[in-house]
């Protein structure tokens, strides 16, 4: 017979001393919890509790208020303005916003005010620069050529069940990848194969959304080595691995041959060309950059592709009109599948842009940002601000506000973004801030949406796209909208 001990008890040991360390810090920030508490029972399903919490509320703004802190929620576009643009300076992201996103450095993502100021110019003289745009020209028909369009194929003939979010990750990050380091990972092919970039990017995103409802002396306990902080951890070493070994290459490649048909961002960074200046940047911040501008490229618009593919199957009548435009727009042979020449073929697709448009009103990428007041302040709605009060702003709720977007805010309505003129119709970005509002508005809008509608037009003109309706399609647990368990779909090529 075999006696127990004390050995035998150590998983049981150490769970219990850890829930007991759970219980002390919850009682520590009591008052935190239970400001938070119903957001903890609604992780699943938080933007719309957050959307339900906001319609009850004056103005589209709400205070809590506790011995820990202080925050505003609001919907309320004034405000947005306020905070985003008028009193910009006043508030920034704040050093916790930093201790959140730890895991993407120091990026223009999580920098503020002089340091921010500063990467914001550089970034900005990258995307506007003319060698940028003719890069891109050249890139995003060749990564739709040489990496969707034979995948799309294959899974057609195959007739697979494809996860048409996971394609759409593969396919935009091996797009972030060339245009921010000139290497292509090739991660979308039809052997789909394992990259650790997917996990990591995933556990990173789901920790940190975690950590926003979890008390700051208990995430920081990141030395335990236990559940998301554990992964979080693994995570931040696996992407600046990652990032740090394309970084050699490129060192190893500028000193062999400068290809003049590349004009990469890491390119620029490394050969200190004249967007950048003279400059000698640290390792890190190069690394953590280069990461930040992958980051921000594949994970948002795989989520929206993701998003607008969902929504065309819900709405079929707006898939058509779709249809019908790139029909009238698009120049194709007889007989023949629609390839893309040139990058000014889609931007004519004006009916897409708006569903694109009205895909991002309902699920942003980003459905909350927060920033943090220095000073004293008043917001337009009337609500005080006290140093160190955070301000959370919800995009996805907004966009189910009826006093904000109308009695018809709930709707699937791309014609809401067309002018009498047939062009699209401006919204200001405190109503519309999917891609941010104010000095930190998003530098990569119009790249985004280009390369989108490539992206769309692409599978729409050449291909029916079948979701799996047994399959739920509902919001992970994310700083990022993507779906929590993707989008299935069979993809039939109409040539077939």
């Not at 050249?138 to 069940?161: A, D, M, T, Y």
């Amino acid at each position: 017979m075999e006696f127990p001990t004390l050995s035998m008890y150590y998983p049981e040991l150490i769970l219990s001393t850890l829930c007991f360390i759970l219980f002390l810090l919850l009682l520590a920030n009591w008052s935190f919890v239970g400001m938070s508490l119903t957001f903890l029972l609604n992780l699943h399903n938080l933007p719309e509790k957050f959307t339900e919490l906001l319609e009850r509320s004056q103005l589209g703004t709400i205070s809590v208020h506790s011995s820990k802190m202080d925050m505003v929620a609001t919907t309320n576009p004034g405000n947005v303005h306020h905070v985003m643009s008028k009193n910009f300076w006043n508030y920034p992201k704040g050093p916790a916003f930093q201790q959140l996103f730890d895991a993407l450095g120091v990026s223009l993502f999580t920098l503020d005010l002089e340091d921010w100021k500063t990467y914001r110019k550089l970034i900005h003289n990258y995307f506007m620069h003319p060698q940028t745009h003719q890069f891109m020209a050249k890139v995003i028909p060749v990564n739709i050529k040489k990496g969707l369009i034979p995948v799309l194929e294959h899974v057609s003939k195959q007739e697979i069940v494809v996860d048409l979010e996971d394609l759409f990750k593969r396919n935009l990050y091996d797009f972030a990848c060339i245009m921010s380091t000139g290497f292509d990972p090739k991660t979308l092919s039809v052997e789909f194969p394992q990259h650790p970039f997917f996990k990591a990017m995933d556990d990173m995103c789901e920790a940190i959304f975690y950590r926003h409802f979890m008390p700051e002396s208990l995430w920081k306990l990141s030395w335990v080595g236990i559940g998301k902080e554990k992964k979080l951890n693994a995570a931040r070493d696996t992407l600046r691995e990652i990032v740090t070994k394309y970084v050699s290459m490129k060192r190893e490649e500028l000193k062999t041959n400068k290809d003049e048909e590349k004009f990469d961002f890491l390119q620029c960074f490394l050969t200190q060309h004249e967007v950048f200046g003279s400059v000698l940047h640290p390792e890190e911040n190069i690394r953590d950059n280069v990461l930040g501008f992958i980051f921000a490229a594949q994970d948002t618009t795989s989520a929206t592709l993701t998003w607008f593919f969902w929504l065309l199957s819900e709405n079929p009548d707006v898939e058509n009109k779709i249809r019908e435009e790139m029909e009238e727009k698009l120049t194709v042979k007889e007989g023949s599948k629609w390839e893309i020449s040139s990058i000014e073929e889609v931007r004519k697709l004006v009916y897409m842009q708006a569903t694109l448009c009205e895909t991002l009103r309902l699920y942003p990428p980003a459905p909350f940002q927060e920033r943090i007041a220095l000073e004293h302040d008043v917001l337009p709605s009337g609500h005080r601000i006290k140093p160190q009060t955070k301000v959370q702003m919800s995009s996805y709720a907004m966009a189910r506000m009826t006093w904000v977007w109308g009695e018809d805010c709930q709707e699937f309505k791309p014609e809401r973004w067309i002018s009498e003129k047939g062009e699209i119709k401006h919204e200001p970005s405190n109503k519309f801030f999917a891609f941010s509002a104010g000095p930190r508005i998003c530098l990569g809008k119009n790249m985004a949406f280009t390369l989108m509608k490539a992206v769309a037009a692409t599978i729409l003109y050449n291909y029916a796209v079948q979701v799996d309706k047994t399959c739920p399609v509902i919001p992970a647990a994310s700083v990022i909208l993507h779906t929590k368990h993707g989008l299935m779909t069979r993809i039939k090529s109409k040539s077939a």
